[in-house]
C-alpha cells in the first residue's frame, strides 16, 4: 500500500498497520489510504475478519495530524470514503474488524478503536479525549462513548480530557482483554482465526442489526427483523448456510460455511 499503511494477509484475514512514526497521527492522505484499504477489505468476498493495529509501542495512535495542519494541510476534500480513519463512516462494512491496541489512544485515536466492534489491549494502554482543551469537538466520541460506557462517566471523559488506563477502560467494559504486550498480538489473531471460520452471513447480519437498532425501538427494530427488512437478514434467512446450520446439528458435525 504505502509507507503508512501496510497490509498483510492470512487466509480470510486482513492485518492493516498505520505506520506514521512518532505518534501514528493521521493526516487527510492517510486517511483516505485507509479509507480505501477497508474498502476493499469490504468488498472482497474472500476476506472476513479484519485486525486493525499501529507500529510502535508509546502510541496506537494520536489522532488527527495537528503538525500536518499546522504546516497548512487541510481536510477540505474530506477525510476518505470511510472517513476519519477509514472505518468510522464506512457503510456496509458488515465484517468484524479487531482493534489491537498498543499505546496511546489519543482523540481520534481512541475514536478510531471505538469504530472497531472488538478491542483487545496491552497492559501499558491508556485512552484520552483532549479536543475539549483545544476548544473543539470530539465528534464520534461524543456519539458513541455515551452509548458504551455509563453516561456520567462517559461525559466526564469528554468534558475533562482526563486519561483513563487501560484497566478502567475495562472494568467499564470498553476493552474485551487487556494483555501482556508480548502476548497481545497472538490473543488477537487466535480470535480473528475464531471468527474467520465462523458464518460470515451471521456476522454481516450481527452488524446491521445493531446498527440500524439504534435508532429505532425495541419493537420496530423486532419488526424489521421479522418482515426481513433489511438486507443482510434476508440474505442469511434464504441462505445456503442457514440449511447448513441445521443440518451440522442434525449430523452432529461442525458446520462449513460458504457465505452464501
Request: aromatic share 8%.
Amino acid at each position: 500500500m504505502s509507507d503508512a499503511i501496510r497490509t498483510h494477509r492470512e487466509g480470510a484475514i486482513l492485518e492493516v498497520t498505520l505506520d506514521r512514526p512518532k505518534a501514528n497521527a493521521i493526516n487527510p492522505k492517510t486517511s483516505w489510504l485507509m479509507g480505501e484499504t477497508f474498502k476493499a477489505f469490504r468488498d472482497d468476498p474472500d476476506l472476513r475478519v479484519a485486525v486493525l493495529k499501529t507500529a510502535g509501542d508509546k502510541f496506537f495512535c494520536a489522532g488527527m495530524d495537528l503538525k500536518a495542519r499546522a504546516e497548512g494541510e487541510t481536510a477540505d476534500g474530506g477525510w476518505g470514503i470511510g472517513g476519519f480513519g477509514g472505518v468510522q463512516e464506512l457503510r456496509g462494512l458488515n465484517k468484524p474488524v479487531i482493534a489491537c491496541v498498543n499505546g496511546m489512544a489519543v482523540g481520534g485515536g481512541f475514536e478510531l478503536a471505538l469504530a472497531c466492534d472488538l478491542i483487545y489491549a496491552s497492559d501499558h494502554s491508556s485512552f484520552a479525549l483532549p479536543e475539549i482543551r483545544a476548544g473543539t469537538l470530539a465528534d464520534a466520541a461524543s456519539v458513541r462513548l455515551p452509548k458504551r460506557m455509563p453516561y456520567h462517566i462517559a461525559m466526564e471523559l469528554l468534558f475533562t480530557g482526563r486519561w483513563m488506563d487501560v484497566a478502567e477502560a475495562h472494568r467499564w467494559g470498553l476493552v474485551n482483554e487487556v494483555l501482556l504486550k508480548e502476548k497481545l498480538e497472538a490473543r488477537v489473531w487466535e480470535v480473528a482465526r475464531l471468527l474467520a471460520n465462523g458464518p460470515p452471513l451471521v456476522f454481516a447480519a450481527i452488524k446491521e442489526t445493531a446498527r440500524v437498532s439504534e435508532a429505532l425501538s425495541f419493537q420496530d427494530a423486532m419488526n424489521r427483523l421479522t418482515r426481513r427488512q433489511l438486507a443482510t437478514v434476508d440474505v442469511l434467512y434464504g441462505s445456503e448456510d442457514s440449511l447448513e446450520g441445521a443440518r451440522a446439528f442434525a449430523e452432529k458435525r461442525s458446520p462449513v460455511w460458504k457465505g452464501r
